[in-house]
T-cell receptor, first 110, second 115 residues
């Protein structure tokens, strides 16, 4: 049961431009949403999160937007840097249960 | 304590053999999770512990899979009678007792190849 979906397997952007990664979910019981970043041969690392009671959370170049009515969230990276190239996973949690999307591979070209 | 530690990092085994993976979480993290990741997919939830209690198991966790966390510290994941479809990266993660963000701290994973 895919409760968290990332429909774009890959995204390529130019350095300095904005990267927008999207995620949809189906379970209305999720109360926290997170983005993780993964480099090859490493485990995912936490990037940013947002509570279901908020619609925006910002941390430096990274901003997460949550649209509860649409069950949609997005991660904006601006400006994008080559070091941001990685696989980004969207995740959603309800209590102790966390589910992940399939990931979007972001490539930032110099 | 530098993070979540998993052992072994790589395991190659023949079909039908048993394998065991170990995870040492970050100290004082009371929650411990096991996930499985295959190529092109996100981590799939297998099971999680709060202290020594196994609170939830996924339907993905067949009878051949068993996880333990006997003293509420390290955990083991055993796969019996391995099948080729078990080939995957097995990820362990832990989280602290504080509620809210739900952030998980992942280890580097144990890659299983079943021949």
């Amino acid at each position: 049961d895919q409760q968290v979906k990332q429909n774009s397997p890959s995204l390529s952007v130019q350095e300095g431009r904005i990267s927008i990664l999207n995620c949809d979910y189906t379970n209305s019981m999720f109360d926290y949403f997170l983005w993780y970043k993964k480099y090859p041969a490493e485990g995912p690392t936490f990037l940013i999160s947002i509570s279901s009671i908020k619609d925006k959370n910002e941390d430096g170049r990274f901003t997460v937007f949550l649209n509860k009515s649409a069950k949609h969230l997005s991660l904006h990276i601006v400006p994008s840097q080559p070091g941001d190239s990685a696989v980004y996973f969207c995740a959603a949690s309800a209590g102790g249960d966390m589910r992940f999307g399939a990931g979007t591979r972001l490539t930032v070209k110099p | 304590d530098t993070g979540v530690s998993q052992d072994p990092r790589h395991k190659i085994t023949k079909r039908g053999q048993n394998v065991t993976f170990r995870c040492d979480p970050i100290s004082e993290h009371n929650r411990l999770y096991w996930y499985r990741q295959t190529l092109g997919q996100g981590p799939e939830f297998l099971t999680y512990f709060q202290n020594e209690a196994q609170l939830e198991k996924s339907r993905l966790l067949s009878d051949r899979f068993s996880a333990e966390r006997p003293k509420g510290s390290f955990s083991t994941l055993e796969i019996q009678r391995t099948e080729q479809g078990d080939s995957a990266m097995y990820l362990c993660a832990s989280s602290p007792p504080t509620v809210n963000t739900g952030e998980l701290f992942f280890g580097e994973g144990s890659r299983l190849t079943v021949l």
